[in-house]
Every structure is written in structure tokens, then in C-alpha cells.
T-cell receptor, first 106, second 113 residues
Framework: KNEVEQSPQNLTAQEGEFITINCSYS?????LHWLQQHPGGGIVSLFM???GKKKHGRLIATINIQEKHSSLHITASHPRDSAVYIC????????FGKGTHLIIQP | NAGVMQNPRHLVRRRGQEARLRCSPM?????VYWYRQLPEEGLKFMVY????????ESGMPKERFSAEFPKEGPSILRIQQVVRGDSAAYFC???????????FGPGTRLTVT
């Protein structure tokens, strides 16, 4: 069965802190997506990766295929990073994790 | 280059009415995916379409729901005889091909009264 687990479910941190969100999946995948959903509800695709590491600004995503695990890191976090972060594993289609609710306090 | 467009952004229907949700993919994209996000729940896959073909509808409820992506025009998700449990945010995404990155639309928030 294709399952995607995210942790933590909720995370509150202070501005400037280094943030890590984890994602594990149950079976082999072709790719993994990290998405961001703001309080208004829109969804933005942050990364799609199938191996190694990708970086965009203050965001870094890594994936370990052997361990079936991916992490999303945010450096120098800012209140505008507050959102729900969702990982989605590409099996036949996308299977989504339940999301991590991140709040960055000033 | 416009992104994925969805309309309407908000739709209110009474129980028993029909809801039609539209999705125009990004220019150059011929693959469309529909997802549903129920209140306080995660996103769930519904259906994957290419032009004029349904590729995978394993996430679609068996009754009342249908989807199409005609040769010309937007993809349509149609819900007949809506019930309160259909109230949700419906997102579509498009991609260049299977396995390529998906780009999401802003969603249609359906409220059934």
C-alpha cells in the first residue's frame, strides 16, 4: 500500500531558526514533491526530486532513495514562511502526506 | 505565460444541483490532474486525464462524479446531485507529461448548502 508519513504535524519556531520537516514513504517511487499551501489555500510546488538534493533560495530538499525518506529544510526562517508544507510521493499518481503546519513567530 | 487557471474560485450549490468546475492547464501542458481537499483533511487524488482520454480515475467516487478533457477547451470536473459531503476545495494541476512536475491551480472552493 502506498503511504506517505510526515513529521512533525505541527511546528512553531522563532524567526531565524533552522527548520526541518521530514517525509517517509512506504514503497519505491519515481519522484517526490514538496508543496506549500498558504492560509489562503493556494498550492505552490516547491521541489520535485528523485535523487540527491535541490536548493532554491532558503529552501533545501533532500531525498534518500534507499531509506525512502526526504527532508525539507528552511534556513533563516521568516514569518512569511508560515504555511502548510506537504510532501507527495509519485507512485502511479501522487499520494500526499497530511502536511506540516509551520508557524514562524517574529 | 499564465499559470493553471481554475474557475470559478468559489461555487455555492444547493443539495441536488450540479456543479461544474473548470481547469485550464498551463500552455504546452496536455496532462491534467484533479485533487480534492476535504475540510481538515489532506489532498486526495481523483482523476488523471490527457487530451480526450481518462488515464486513471481510481480516486473518483463511483457515482455522480465525472471528468473530461476535450480536444479544445478546459478540463471539466462535473458533480451531479451534489450533497453536503461534496463541500471541499478542488484543485487541478497540469504537467508536460507523466512524471513531470505538476503545477497547481488556485482551487475551486465548493460549498453545498
Amino acid at each position: 500500500k502506498n503511504e506517505v508519513e510526515q513529521s512533525p504535524q505541527n511546528l512553531t519556531a522563532q524567526e531565524g531558526e533552522f527548520i526541518t520537516i521530514n517525509c517517509s514513504y512506504s514503497v519505491g517511487i519515481s519522484a517526490l514533491h514538496w508543496l506549500q499551501q498558504h492560509p489562503g489555500g493556494g498550492i505552490v510546488s516547491l521541489f520535485m526530486l528523485s535523487s540527491g538534493k535541490k536548493k532554491h533560495g532558503r529552501l533545501i530538499a533532500t531525498i534518500n532513495i534507499q531509506e525512502k525518506h526526504s527532508s525539507l529544510h528552511i534556513t533563516a526562517s521568516h514569518p512569511r514562511d508560515s504555511a502548510v508544507y506537504i510532501c507527495a510521493a509519485h507512485f502511479d499518481g501522487l499520494t500526499f502526506g497530511k502536511g506540516t503546519h509551520l508557524i514562524i513567530q517574529p | 505565460n499564465a499559470g493553471v487557471m481554475q474557475n470559478p474560485r468559489h461555487l455555492v450549490r444547493r443539495r441536488g444541483q450540479e456543479a461544474r468546475l473548470r481547469c485550464s492547464p498551463m500552455k504546452g501542458h496536455s496532462h491534467v490532474y484533479w485533487y480534492r481537499q476535504l475540510p481538515e483533511e489532506g489532498l486526495k487524488f481523483m482523476v488523471y486525464l490527457q487530451k480526450e482520454n481518462i488515464i486513471d480515475e481510481s480516486g473518483m467516487p463511483k457515482e455522480r462524479f465525472s471528468a473530461e478533457f476535450p480536444k479544445e477547451g478546459p478540463s471539466i470536473l462535473r458533480i451531479q446531485q451534489v450533497v453536503r459531503g461534496d463541500s471541499a476545495a478542488y484543485f487541478c494541476a497540469s504537467s508536460y507529461g507523466n512524471g513531470y512536475e505538476q503545477y497547481f491551480g488556485p482551487g475551486t472552493r465548493l460549498t453545498v448548502t
